[in-house]
């Protein structure tokens, strides 16, 4: 599984946007992106995946730019709910039978 | 998506003693991996649980360590072996969906303290 970097810590206000970008420059062909979140005392919660340009849920945005060595991930109006750890993962997941590496995460931090 | 249980959801045990961990899903599934979260750190694949065969484990656990079981598809338990205070960790137990993304469910977790 490709490695990925990501910021250790972001702070943020309630009502903002806040984009979370993870670095994966040895990306291969087949991997694809997918993101999770995970609470104090939670296992992680799968959020979104996406394998190029622009994926959209009713919980977030996934952007990937056209060389895919990075993705961003976007939280629209934030919430205090929204703090957690936000963890960015690469791999071919279909043939990898679904087990991730995970990185060491964003902590997410929301103020009021 | 499936529903995961672990028991116990958290236990205090001392060193040198044993725990076993139970995941029970509410649905059949074809992989089940346990995982380690020390405290404040990311999650490290511990093994894949394998029905009807041994456990893969990853590169620095051994099944003598980690014993794992997975007697049919809906349920494992991971065995904690000899436990010292590095053991103090976070096992989480989790499945592969079905679905296109074949994106992870994760149980809720047995918080360990070894003392």
């Known amino acids: 599984l490709a490695k990925t970097t990501q910021p250790i810590s972001m702070d943020s206000y309630e009502g903002q946007e806040v984009n979370i970008t993870c670095s994966h420059n040895n990306i291969a062909t087949n991997d694809y992106i997918t993101w999770y979140q995970q609470f104090p005392s939670q296992g992680p919660r799968f959020i979104i995946q996406?394998?190029?340009t622009k994926v959209t849920n009713e919980v977030a945005s996934l952007f990937i730019p056209a060389d895919r060595k990075s993705s961003t991930l976007s939280l629209p109006r934030v919430s205090l709910s929204d703090t957690a750890v936000y963890y960015c993962?690469?791999?071919?997941?279909?043939?990898?039978?679904?087990?991730?590496?995970f990185g060491d995460g964003t902590t997410l931090t929301v103020k009021p | 998506s499936a529903v995961i249980s672990q028991k116990p959801s958290r236990d205090i045990c001392q060193r040198g003693t044993s725990l076993t961990i139970q995941c029970q899903v509410d649905?059949?599934?074809?992989?089940m991996f346990w995982y380690r979260q020390q405290p404040g750190q990311s999650l490290t694949l511990i093994a894949t649980?394998?029905?009807?065969?041994?456990?893969?484990?990853e590169s620095g656990f051994v099944i003598d360590k980690f014993p794992i079981s997975r007697p049919n598809l809906t349920f494992s338990t991971l065995t904690v072996s000899n436990m010292s205070p590095e053991d103090s960790s976070i096992y989480l137990c989790?499945?592969?969906?079905?679905?296109?993304?074949?994106?992870?469910?994760f149980g809720p977790g047995t918080r360990l303290t070894v003392t």
């Open positions: 989790s499945v592969a969906g079905s679905g296109v993304n074949y994106e992870q469910y």
């Open positions: 649905s059949q599934v074809t992989m």
């Open positions: 993962l690469v791999g071919d997941f279909r043939t990898n039978a679904g087990k991730s590496t």
């Open positions: 649980a394998n029905q009807g065969s041994e456990a893969t484990y």
């Open positions: 996406g394998y190029k």
